[in-house]
């Protein structure tokens, strides 16, 4: 195989309202819905998000950021992490779903069958649609139903992606090296940005069958690479 290449960015404080620090993918760098990375991660997932972003979305071929595409890219984070999808799902039906608003999609062609055929035949879409369906279903039964709908969504695009994964030449039973290698790098690359005093960095996090690379190119060229 070829090296699979991915271009990355580096700011000490992105404009994005938040002033995040951190890095994101070059493809990603306008969609307000990414915010930057550090290689912090969380309790129960030993990757940072920009791993994630990086294994279980670009290179699955999903875009980087909308409910369905989040559904399947979760899916294929809990395979090779062994995280449970299930709190991160119940997150976005909270703070999303349960309020009506929806990523990448309207609201009618995300919500399954059986809650769209509940609409009454005059009510509004968004929060007013939901506020009905909990009236219609209790609180918690269309909390769960909604859960139950990510799982649905990402189970159905979980082989697309892995298609797309191993056209790349990558193994996809390796995903879970993979990625605690590119989170080492990420770990150094982040130290040498923040020890330098970079206020940005362009660079790229390359593949190959056995090794991966964190390369920058500026503001002045570092190299560093590592086995999987």
């Known amino acids: 195989m070829t090296e699979v290449r991915l271009d990355c960015r580096y700011r000490r404080e992105w404009p994005d309202g938040f002033g995040a620090r951190g890095w994101k993918l070059a493809s990603s760098m306008h969609d ?31 875009p980087p950021s909308g409910h369905r595409a989040e559904a399947i890219a979760l899916l294929q984070l809990a395979a090779r992490t062994g995280a449970d999808p299930r709190p991160d ?21 995300f919500l399954p069958a059986d809650l769209m055929v509940m609409r009454r035949s005059a009510a509004p879409m ?22 139950r709908h990510l799982f649905d969504l990402g189970e159905a695009g979980l082989e697309r992606a892995r298609a797309v994964y191993r056209s790349h030449g990558l193994d996809d039973s390796r995903r879970g090296a993979l990625g605690m290698a590119l989170q080492r790098l990420f770990e150094k690359a ?17 593949i190959d069958r056995t090794h991966c690379h964190f390369r920058l190119s500026t503001p002045r060229p570092w190299n560093l690479s590592g086995p999987y």
């Open 32 to 62: 307000p819905n990414i915010i930057a990375s550090t290689p912090a991660t969380g309790d129960r997932i030993p990757t940072a998000v920009f791993i994630h972003d990086i294994l279980d979305h670009a290179l699955c071929g999903l």
């Open 89 to 109: 799902f119940a997150q976005m039906v909270d703070e999303d779903l349960l309020q009506g608003q929806t990523d990448g999609e309207a609201l009618a062609t």
């Open 126 to 147: 968004g929060r007013a649609l939901m506020d009905d369906l909990i009236r219609q279903c209790g609180r918690e039964a269309l909390r769960a139903r909604l859960v």
């Open 190 to 206: 982040d130290q040498q940005v923040v020890d330098a005093g970079w206020g940005a960095a362009k660079g790229v996090m390359a």
